[in-house]
């Protein structure tokens, strides 16, 4: 499956940003879909995954403030981002992994098997 993450920009601190990840070549509904982002010097740090559409599981620094979702039949999974703040301010990739895997394992960006191209979000004060 290819993945293209999309949506990012620059957004004043407190806006909101809507990054989707589109597939194609496969079916999404099949994968976990997990949101990671980079900053520079930074490691990958895991941001949301969603596996069925009932139990997201969220990275400490962005639980209440991030909302991931799918819509299997558009094949596209969404990172919407309130509240953003500036060391939201990253690269952001989308990655799929198998569907069975269990929670704990998708927090880590090494279980994922397939990732988008990134997209740069930039939150200025």
């Known amino acids: 499956v290819q993945l293209q993450a999309f949506g990012g920009g620059l957004v004043l601190v407190g806006g909101s940003l809507r990054l989707s990840c589109a597939a194609s070549?496969?079916?999404?509904?099949?994968?976990?879909i997990g949101w990671f982002r980079q900053a520079p010097g930074q490691e990958r740090e895991f941001v949301a995954v969603i596996r069925r559409r009932s139990n997201p599981s969220y990275g400490n620094s962005v639980k209440g403030r991030f909302t991931i979702s799918r819509d299997n039949a558009e094949n596209t999974v969404y990172l919407q981002m309130n509240s953003l703040k500036p060391e939201d301010s990253a690269v952001y990739y989308c990655a799929a992994a198998p569907i069975t895997y269990i929670l704990s394992m998708l927090w880590s960006h090494g279980q994922y098997n397939f990732w988008g191209q990134g997209t740069q979000v930039t939150v200025s004060s």
């Open positions: 070549g496969g079916t999404l509904a099949t994968y976990a």
